[in-house]
């Protein structure tokens, strides 16, 4: 089932627009969406007639703003089915709220010898700060490998589970080949086997797939905005109530306090006491728009549209015998990341960008990923709800002249 790509094009205004006198088709959304017009529209209101702060404020703007900023976060409980909206924690995006956890819960729980457990699946944000936590700690990083096709070993998961597990942190799904994790297999696992927290990555997942935190059982989730069709610099951290209760506060400041004095500071319970200083104001307000527009569409409809076109350049790319899919995981988002044969990803891009092409190449920052397929990056064509079977047949043709341009 295709959407409506009459109506798409009026919901995303750079989906029809030129650059430099030039239509640009976009494949790159695995690493930012575009931006939904009703976000735009709602962070230009704010900045051009309706600006204020939030929260204690008594006059008219800053209590609409509080409301609206408020809004944002009961949308996100609301999606997500979380429990309480004070579950829900806003901060700058996905790599900001791991190292949230990182560092406030992380620091507090982790002591020598304590297991952490990722996967060569993972991007740069979810491998870092749990590094930088087992220097700190002396607790110890383990990784779950993954087969040639791109998917976990979930027999290797199950044997790196011990009694020493305390977290398990794991992308939904992978930014630089488009694997969907068996997410709930993952989590039944480590609940049946430890006593450990999970973390999940969403990133890549929010604006593709339905998540339910509770029927999931999962204990912290990270998203951003701008991989769901809203601004950028701007997320949240989902955390059961009881560990967010349980954690210090990252920053002290503004927002954050119950009482001040020179002898001892109390702090607001959760969410105010992760969320010092002014906010994102502008960022969360148009976030809303845009979780609404997700609602609105139905994952149905964004899965199978996305499926669609997945499978169509999927079919397309196989066609050409030069290039070589890396990542062909039998659960598949849509993302192609790829290798031409005798020609760099990095010149890839840049011819395709001469034809209005826009890809992304490089490690997509996964370079424990790239080792494992023995490349030292790869060309990413990724696609969402606004692209077409007409956008895929452009890329199809700017490859078969790239490789014309090199024979």
Request: charged share 25%; aromatic share 8%.
């Amino acid at each position: 089932m295709l959407i409506d790509f009459n109506k798409i094009k009026s919901d995303f205004p750079q989906v029809d627009s030129e650059f430099e006198g030039k239509k640009i088709t976009y494949l790159d959304s695995a690493a930012t969406n575009l931006r939904f017009r009703g976000s735009v529209e709602a962070i230009t209101r704010y900045y051009s007639f309706e600006t204020a702060n939030v929260h204690r404020g008594i006059h008219k703007l800053s209590e609409m703003n509080t409301h609206k900023y408020e809004e944002t976060r009961d949308a996100l409980k609301n999606l997500f089915n979380a429990k309480d909206r004070a579950e829900i924690i806003f901060t700058k995006g996905t790599t900001d709220s791991i190292n949230l956890i990182a560092k406030s819960w992380g620091e507090h729980n982790f002591k020598q010898h304590d297991e952490i457990i990722i996967s060569e699946l993972e991007h740069h944000s979810n491998i870092v700060p749990w590094q930088m936590l087992c220097e700190k700690t002396g607790a110890k990083l383990k990784v779950i490998p993954v087969n040639d096709k791109g998917e976990l070993e979930i027999e290797e998961f199950s044997k790196l589970l011990t009694d020493k597990t305390k977290l398990v942190a794991i992308n939904y799904i992978s930014n630089a080949l488009g694997t969907i994790n068996p997410i709930n297999k993952i989590i039944t696992l480590t609940k049946a086997k430890t006593s450990a927290k999970v973390l999940i990555d969403a990133a890549q997942a929010a604006s593709h797939k339905e998540i339910d935190v509770q029927k999931l059982d999962i204990d912290f989730m990270a998203i951003s905005a701008h991989k769901m069709f809203g601004p950028t610099g701007v997320g949240a951290l989902y955390g059961k109530l009881d560990l967010l209760e349980s954690m210090p506060p990252l920053m002290g400041g503004g927002a954050m306090i119950d009482k001040v004095s020179f002898e001892k500071t109390t702090y607001l319970p959760s969410p105010e006491k992760f969320e010092a200083g002014t906010p994102h104001i502008a960022g969360v307000i148009g976030w809303k728009p845009a979780i609404d527009y997700i609602c609105d569409l139905g994952f149905e409809v964004i899965e199978a549209h996305e499926k669609e076109i997945l499978d169509y350049a999927t079919q397309e790319i196989e066609k050409l015998s030069n290039v070589k899919i890396i990542g062909t995981a039998n659960e598949k988002s849509g993302v192609l990341s790829f290798t031409m044969k005798d020609i760099h990803p990095h010149d890839i891009a840049t011819i395709a960008n001469k034809y209005g092409v826009a890809i992304r190449t490089g490690h997509h920052c996964t370079q424990p990923l790239m080792k494992r397929f023995g490349v030292p990056a790869t060309a990413r064509a990724s696609f969402s709800i606004y692209n077409t079977r007409e956008d895929v047949d452009k890329l199809i043709s700017t490859l078969k002249k790239i490789t014309e341009l090199f024979c």
